[in-house]
């Protein structure tokens, strides 16, 4: 009797209590609709597409020995970004490594899920680690209302430059912190039949408004972390230009749905100048605000 009464509760908690409460838990963010509208997923150069939707970019990166997705977009964007995988002729659960280039909602919301699902080994820098352990509760500027996305433990850590090597990649990992603690960018070479192309998928330093560079409570130091990280990215060398936001490297200016297999769209040096340039001006300004 002690025993069904104990079955019976062990069920009903598996069909209703938990998914309730992780879905309770978790505060309702504002998500424009181009984070959450579909996009047609389609090869970059080489092993490299993108999968993201719309306006948050993801990359699938393949190798003969698994898959390497970087960025998840928004809470329940997996299914969409798992979508794009499978039509583009590969298997979601192939993804071994994933990687962030900040831990904000926007761009880790659906990791816990695809890491559920794939049982891919999540890594992340070291100053991002508990924001997303916390699912963004320990945010510096967005933080303290409770979880925005499910929280998702890393399984490696980054400290500084570091460089993932999986599957004959070298993913030099760079950090550029400011925009969050743990934000990088990513640099490394993909290669088609005919080129060697140096990818950047770029962090860009945009400032959020609440953000007081004089020094925030849980990050005294973010206007000199700003300041590093704009000098830092100034110098940077590379082919293609690719980063969190697709709306941030012109994606829909470069490519439409559909247009035919060229890598050289995303070669944009100016384009990479002028918004850093652009970043620079923001960062002045916020700066002589105090
Ligand atoms: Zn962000």
Redesign the pocket.
Known sequence: MLNLKKSILLILNLLFITPILSAQQLIKTNNPAIWTQDYQPFRIAGNLYYVGTYDLACYLVTTPDGNILINSGAQDSAPMIKAHIEALGFKFSDIKILLAT?A?F??VGGMADIKEATGAKMMINAADAQVLAEGGNSDYVMGGKGPMFKSVKADYLFHERDTVKFGGMQIIVLHHPG??KG?NSFLFNVKDEHRVYRVLIANMP?I?DETKLSGMPRYPNVGKDYAYTLSAMKGLQFDLWLS?HASQFGLHEKHKPGDPYYPEQFIDQKGYDDELADLQKSYLKKLAEK
């Open positions: 900040h904000h926007d761009h925009h969050t934000a945009s959020l969190s």
